[in-house]
């Protein structure tokens, strides 16, 4: 594998041959490869439907192309869908944690970046069905209550007086 100048991953026919065993075939139309692989045979054979879009077609700086992808977040339709603002605020026990919590979330609004707090639930909702060991947190995003709510760390914030500012800077 290989990536290009978004930071996006390009899958060689290798890489693709072993999704469709793993029986991740599905996911071939949102992956990007190498100019050299013909997707459509390999869909074909494997009898999968592809939307798929050729790595050289994207003709756009790397701000467009973020904003693009911040809008097609590869999750379940039920996440994208999903209210984290009301789920985090439903998770507080006491006013404090409210405050904070909706301080943190305005920010997190005002950034655009409530798909990203739905991501990350369905990434943490993932790992825990799965039985996925993931880090209990470090650097300053243990510094946010909603992500510890979410469950992306194990650092209570508050209890630790950390100011989330110093995450979202």
């Known amino acids: 594998m290989t990536s290009d100048k978004f930071g996006n991953v ?16 599905e996911h071939l139309s949102k992956v990007l490869c190498e100019n050299s692989i ?49 789920w985090v605020l439903d998770k507080c026990e006491n006013q404090d944690q409210l405050q904070r919590v909706g301080a943190e979330l305005l920010e997190f609004q005002r950034r655009n970046m409530l798909p990203l707090l739905q991501w990350l639930k369905y990434f943490v909702d993932y790992c825990r069905t799965n039985n996925i060991v993931w880090g209990v947190g470090r650097g300053s995003s243990v510094s946010s209550y909603v992500l510890f709510l979410i469950g992306v760390h194990k650092i209570d914030s508050m209890k630790y007086n950390l100011d989330w500012q110093d995450f979202l800077r």
Do not use: R
Request: hydrophobic letters at 35%; proline letters at 3%.
């Open 10 to 25: 390009l899958y060689d026919s290798t890489d693709i041959v072993n999704m469709l065993y793993k029986g991740d075939g």
């Open 38 to 86: 013909d997707l459509s045979k390999l869909a074909e054979i494997a009898n999968i439907q592809l939307n798929h879009v050729d790595p050289t077609l994207y003709d756009i700086d790397v701000e467009t192309f973020d904003s693009i992808c911040q809008n097609d977040w590869m999750m379940p339709e039920e996440y994208k869908t999903f209210d984290i603002a009301k």
